[in-house]
């Protein structure tokens, strides 16, 4: 079967032009003005600049974007606009959401994979190549940039892309403090305070909030405590140092799982039986502190420096029998520091930035196995997990001419995983090492044509290593799967962007990427998740988007992704998968937001999303159906008094049409358990009380 993407929906695509999320939070009055470039700078792929000079796919998400109208609970509520990007998993905190870039990251049961996750600049991805995202505060989150691609090489393992969030730190506080009270359907409820400001040369920001959500299905309630707080000094004017200190206490997330489809057509509120059987859930505790030193005017250039520290204690009861009460404690430590400097070479200028990264991912892991009833029969593992990764990096910007600039990047990766197997009734010792030592880089050239309008291209590798969990292997024993392998991946992309002078902004983007030794997911017979490389896979599309603001009062975004993600070659042995399309991916994602604007905080904002339809195993024989969903939200503002106190209220609708859909599709399930329902329509209400 020849490999491509339908004419059709390629064309209406480049009609509709779909939508980037640009930074847009402030409308000019001046038409003038609006007819003038804005000057978006980007800080994630390492070496800031302007983001009409990058030649990368970035996408920049505002505090309005993240905030306006918003729960602050999942990170959907403002990645659903970012072409090239697929989430799902809203609502089983036990599980995570799900997010896949360009294709990279739906494999993952729990957990984030194939993306480097960056929180204040602390990586939340270990150096194993997992993330977890529960401690991330969306209520002081001020900015978000996402990038899908080759650029993504300069930070390590992670073949996906990067997603950088940077919270508050006070300064941009107008009023503080600001109490926010939420409610809405199956008993959400949300309460969250923050405060912050400016006083001489200290910054700070507290932000705490407390989630109590019983969830719409049976068995999937969510208790979550977070704090994120940074302080800030500044020693003088180039000077800097700043501390961070992120708190999660989630007593209890539950795991109603997946359905069979007979069973989601019976009822799809309810739980598996045997979930409710052993009350699967998850608790987590997880504290952090990390340090940030800048200097932006040494030996001529800006160094920073960064360290954290994080301690984590997890269990959690899968929803099956067997070998599945899960418990770690867990030690995360580690650092970086970089430094950003310019030069000349000739008549060309040269600007360039180097550094190392480093960290220690310390697991002390045990499982013991259930019986039916949920009573503990025994221990089935206990070993000591270790991962230790030091990466060094070069990138630079050569500026040919005024208008041209060559970009290139290079790093080298060295990524050791141990497990010492403290289990010794099975008689054996399945201790073990594994080595990584990579190289990856980017090519990449930028053109602006015009001082409105940019083409680039750019090219890299990447690589991706096993997760412990990934190395599982399926006999029974501990240690590593000695057939799993790391993928590689080689990305290709070129891309257009500019605004033009009535406040249309677009940016069209063609990408391809191939992979060998993808790995692959699959549930076995004993319920637990195992892995496997296919042979080589690709992924061919186009993202495409608009953001216009065409009045003052309105504004129009819209993100539409045309994919192909296909096995090129993959034979299991007993399966030929050959030219099948990877799972859980959709050929189209289509999102729209009209939003109006009215005085103040006042606004209305139609969302309508279309997801394609995609497969859930990899014989392409169990189909989940393509639908759109709508939501509406709606808030305003008053002042309050004297002035100095400020009500603002909003209220949003899901799924307005009540449409029938899964939240998440298990990849390879065992036994036809596929399904996740999504929830039908809901409601939900915020009040906030700023001083």
């Known amino acids: ?17 779909s939508a980037s999320a640009q930074e847009n939070s402030e409308r000019d009055n001046n038409d003038q003005a609006n007819r003038q470039l804005p000057t978006i700078t980007i800080h994630a792929p390492r070496l800031t600049r302007s983001l009409y000079d990058t030649p990368s796919a970035v996408s920049i998400l505002t505090h309005e974007e993240i905030q306006l109208g918003q729960q602050g609970v999942r990170l959907d509520e403002a990645l659903d606009r970012v072409p090239g990007v697929f ?191 052993l009350d699967s859930r998850q608790s987590v505790e997880q504290q952090l502190i990390g340090l940030h030193y800048e200097d932006r005017d040494a030996m001529g250039g800006e160094i920073n420096v960064r360290g954290f520290i994080s301690r984590r204690d997890f269990e959690q009861q899968l929803p099956f029998p067997g070998s599945s009460l899960i418990g770690y404690q867990r030690h995360y430590y580690g650092g970086g520091a970089g430094y950003t ?29 259930v019986d039916a009833l949920g009573d503990v029969t025994g221990i089935t593992a206990d070993e000591q997990q270790n991962a230790t990764s030091a990466g060094v990096f070069l990138q630079t910007e050569l500026g040919v001419t005024e208008t041209l600039d060559l970009s290139a990047g290079v790093r080298h990766d060295q990524i050791r995983m141990t497990i010492d197997d403290r289990f010794v009734d099975d008689g054996r010792d399945d201790s073990g090492e594994r080595t990584f030592r990579e190289w990856t880089g980017s090519l990449g050239l930028s ?48 891309g257009l962007r500019g605004i033009f002078g009535n406040g249309l902004r677009y940016e069209m983007v063609a990408f391809s990427v191939d992979v060998d030794d993808e790995l692959i997911g699959y549930e076995a017979t004993d319920g637990r998740t195992y892995y496997e490389n296919a042979g080589k896979t690709s992924r061919d599309g186009i993202e495409l988007g608009v953001d216009w603001s065409f009045s003052l009062a309105w504004r129009l975004a819209s993100a539409l992704t045309l994919a192909d993600y296909r096995f090129d070659r993959f034979d299991d042995g007993s399966n030929d998968f050959n030219d099948n399309r990877l799972p859980g991916q959709p050929r189209q ?58 009500l603002s ?43």
Do not use: C
């Open 87 to 277: 989430l799902q998993n809203r609502d089983n905190f036990a599980q995570g959401q799900r997010i896949s870039s360009r294709g990279f990251g739906a494999r993952g049961t729990f957990g984030i994979r194939g993306l480097h996750i960056r929180v204040d600049g602390i990586p939340y991805t270990l150096p194993d190549g997992q993330a977890q995202i529960d401690a991330v505060d969306l209520d002081s989150a001020e900015r978000i940039e996402v990038i899908r691609g080759p650029s993504s090489v300069l930070y390590g393992n992670a073949a996906g892309g990067v997603i950088d969030i940077t919270t508050g730190d006070g300064s941009e506080l107008r009023r503080s403090p600001v109490l926010r009270l939420q409610g809405g359907s199956d008993d959400f409820r949300k309460l969250s305070l923050r405060n912050g400001g400016e006083s001489g040369n200290w910054v700070h920001s507290v932000s705490v909030s407390a989630l109590d959500f019983d969830g719409y299905r049976e068995q999937s309630q969510v208790e979550k405590r977070v704090l994120n707080a940074r302080v800030g000094y500044h020693l003088d004017a180039d000077r800097s140092l700043s501390a961070l200190v992120n708190l999660l206490d989630m007593p209890t997330a539950e795991d109603p799982s997946a359905l069979t489809l007979e069973e989601v057509t019976e009822d799809p509120r309810q739980a598996r039986d045997i979930a409710i059987e």
């Open 649 to 691: 209220a909003n209220l949003g609708i899901r799924n307005l049409l009540d449409e029938a859909y899964y939240e998440n599709v298990r990849i390879n399930a065992f036994g036809g358990r596929y399904y996740e329902p999504a929830a039908g329509r809901t409601i939900s209400a915020g009040l906030e009380l700023s001083f």
């Open 341 to 369: 400097g310019a030069a000349t070479l000739g008549d060309m200028s040269l600007r360039h930035v180097t550094g190392i990264d480093l960290a220690r991912q310390k697991d002390d892991r045990g499982r013991r196995s």
């Open 1 to 17: 079967m020849k490999k491509e993407i339908p004419l059709l929906m390629l064309l209406g695509g480049v009609a509709a032009v």
């Open 589 to 646: 994602v289509w999102q729209n937001a009209l939003t109006w604007y009215g005085n103040g905080d006042r606004f209305a904002s139609l969302e309508a999303q279309y997801t394609g339809d995609y497969y859930a195993d990899n014989a392409n024989e169990v189909t989940i159906d393509d639908h759109w969903l709508f939501n509406l939200k709606a808030g305003d503002g008053w002042r309050l008094g004297d002035g100095a106190t400020y």
């Open 447 to 494: 053109y602006r044509y015009h001082p409105d309008h940019q083409v680039y291209a750019t090219v890299g590798n990447a690589f991706e290593t096993p997760t412990f969990t990934e190395f599982a292997r399926d006999d029974g024993r501990g240690g590593f799967n000695p057939e799993i392998q790391p993928q590689k991946a080689l990305n290709r992309e070129v």
